[in-house]
């Protein structure tokens, strides 16, 4: 005996939403997170994460400096001055404030300054990752 | 205010503000921060002694 089972209309299936929300939040955060390290957790109120971004920001940003560190002002020569520039820019607000102050002039004749430099560009570039985290938790990606 | 830090303390500050970073960034849970945290401190100041030895061995 044929086994005629009931054939069903298929139906396409409606495209998955994604957990991207529009939220002002979502440029807020990372905005936020950006300018002054750890306020984009903060504004969303993981205030231990928070701080503790902050925390280690502003730790290697200010031994950065305290090594003599060069903070690097925008240029168009050598590439790894630009990156330089672009890694610096990461800390936001700090790397202003620094120009302004005319700090991080850098010293070339001691060793240990150079690390400071590094610890500078280092500093933007958790920055930045900091900021991103804070945009995965703004748009509900992330806890 | 200028200071000076020793080669490996600076290593030590530095692994210490990366893992700090990349613990609370890179994974979802508490338990899971600490870990993912203690685990990058251990391979940033693990691969600074290795690469001291590696390099006292060339010089020797």
Known sequence: MANVQPTTPVVPRAPRKSVVTSSPLAIIAPLAGWLIPGLGHLIQRRWIR????MLAVFIMFFAGLGMQGKVYAFNTGDLLDILGFVGDIGTGLLYFIARAMDWGAGNIQRAVADYGTKFIVVAGLLNIISAVDAYH??????? | MTFELSH?????????CASTVFGITQRNTTREMLRYGAYCFVLFVGGVIVASWAMWLLKH
């Open chain 1, 50 to 53: 928070g701080l503790l971004l």
């Open chain 1, 137 to 143: 938790i703004a748009i509900g990606k992330k806890q």
């Open chain 2, 8 to 16: 490996f303390t600076a290593a030590i500050v530095f692994a210490a």
